[in-house]
Structure formats: structure tokens, C-alpha cells
């Protein structure tokens, strides 16, 4: 078990910009969460995948993000023309299918938008 | 979904004393989950309840979900420095499958 793991740690980049992460999830878990953390708040949910499929989206979700997960495994998240409320961490988590399973976190990925 | 509240939102506290964080919910809950986010860190999750009235232990930390299923806490006694971090309680969105909404959190400091 080598967790989740989450590219890039950090990213800089300019307003307007598009921006691409990427989680890995723990091998044998089936679902995959992304979350959305800023300072002082705990983690707000953005979307969520069982295997390929995605399941379901937060209605507070802006058509700029956009996520996928092809294969079933590894996950990437786009935000298209980024804006400055855009700056946050971003959060990957995982859990197996059954309900009520722990979500284990990666590192997240810190978004910084000039 | 309905959030949760968490008091207090910080937490200062002299080394060996106690630590208490509540979570509330105006609407009854499935299942409550705890997790602890240190200073740079990703949420770690720490239990989950479900049952009226249940009360778990892990060390020095007690868990306690409300008989209503409307609130819990967690409690630490005698803390020690490593346990500064941010304590977020978590209930599932109704209607999703796993989903959490996780509560602002109780900051906890602890002074040496």
C-alpha cells in the first residue's frame, strides 16, 4: 500500500491558464473522491468516480472543471481558464466500494494562481 | 447536504490538559467520521460511528456519537504536542454514495 499519490505537489501558473493534476489511488480502491480545500476550511467535495464511471458531480462545480478517470485507476483533474478563486488545494482520496469505508487523502495539490 | 458545526474553531491548550471539539447536525445522521489534518498535511481519518450512543476509544482519544444521531464529540486527555492539527468531523452527503461535508474544524495548539 503506497497511498495515494497526487502530481504536481505544486503549481504556479497565470490566470487563464489551463492546469491538469493527476491522482493515483490506493491500487484495490474503487472509488476516487476529489476534494477542494482552502485556508481555514475542511475539504469541499468537487466529484466522485466508482471505477470509470462518474458518478457524481458538486452542483457548485464550474463547467471550467472538468474530471476523468479512463481506465478506472489513475484520475486527472482539469480546470480550463483559471481564475484567481481558483488557488486552493487540491484533494484526491480513495476508499474501497463498500459504503461507509474511510477515505484516505493524498497530499493534495496546491494550486496558486497569479 | 446540511453542513456540520464544529466548535470551537480554535484551541489553545497547556501540554497534559484536555481537549474537547463538538459536532453538531441539525438533521439525524447515518454515520460520523473524525480525521486529523496536521499543519501541512493531507486528513487523516481517525473513526467512524454509527450506532446511538456509541463510544469509542483509540488511546488517549474518546469518540461519542449523540443517542439522536445529531452530535458527537471527541475528546483527548492529557495532550501531548504531537497532537496539534486541525480536527474535522465528516457526515456522507444523503442521497450520495461516500460523498463527505466535512465541518470548518477545531484548530488544537498545544503548548509545551
Known amino acids: 500500500d503506497t497511498g495515494v499519490s497526487q502530481d504536481p505537489r505544486h503549481k504556479i501558473t497565470k490566470r487563464g491558464q489551463n492546469v491538469t493534476f493527476r491522482c493515483d489511488p490506493i491500487?484495490?480502491?474503487?472509488?476516487l473522491y476529489w476534494y477542494r480545500q482552502t485556508l481555514g476550511q475542511g475539504p469541499e467535495f468537487l466529484t466522485y468516480?466508482?471505477?470509470?464511471?462518474?458518478?457524481?458531480k458538486s452542483r457548485l462545480l464550474s463547467d471550467r472543471f472538468s474530471a476523468e478517470r479512463p481506465k478506472g485507476s489513475f484520475s486527472t483533474l482539469e480546470i480550463q481558464r483559471t481564475e484567481q478563486g481558483d488557488s486552493a488545494m487540491y484533494l484526491c482520496?480513495?476508499?474501497?466500494?463498500?459504503?461507509?469505508?474511510?477515505?484516505?487523502f493524498g497530499d493534495g495539490t496546491r494550486l496558486s494562481i497569479l | 447536504g446540511q453542513q456540520v458545526m464544529q466548535i470551537p474553531q480554535y484551541q489553545h491548550v497547556q501540554e497534559g490538559e484536555d481537549f474537547t471539539t463538538y459536532c453538531n447536525s441539525s438533521?439525524?445522521?447515518?454515520?460520523i467520521q473524525w480525521y486529523k489534518q496536521r499543519p501541512g498535511g493531507h486528513p487523516v481519518f481517525l473513526i467512524q460511528?454509527?450506532?446511538?450512543?456509541e463510544v469509542k476509544k483509540q488511546k488517549r482519544l474518546t469518540f461519542q456519537f449523540g443517542e439522536a444521531k445529531k452530535n458527537s464529540s471527541l475528546h483527548i486527555t492529557a495532550t501531548q504536542t504531537t497532537d496539534v492539527g486541525t480536527y474535522f468531523c465528516?457526515?456522507?452527503?444523503?442521497?450520495?454514495?461516500?460523498?463527505?461535508?466535512f465541518g470548518k474544524g477545531t484548530k488544537l495548539s498545544v503548548k509545551p
Open positions: 482520496a480513495s476508499s474501497l466500494w463498500e459504503d461507509n469505508q474511510p477515505q484516505h
Open positions: 491500487s484495490e480502491h474503487n472509488r
Open positions: 468516480f466508482q471505477n470509470e464511471a462518474q458518478l457524481e
Open positions: 438533521t439525524t445522521l447515518s454515520n
Open positions: 460511528l454509527v450506532k446511538s450512543g
Open positions: 465528516a457526515r456522507e452527503d444523503g442521497g450520495s454514495q461516500g460523498n463527505l461535508i
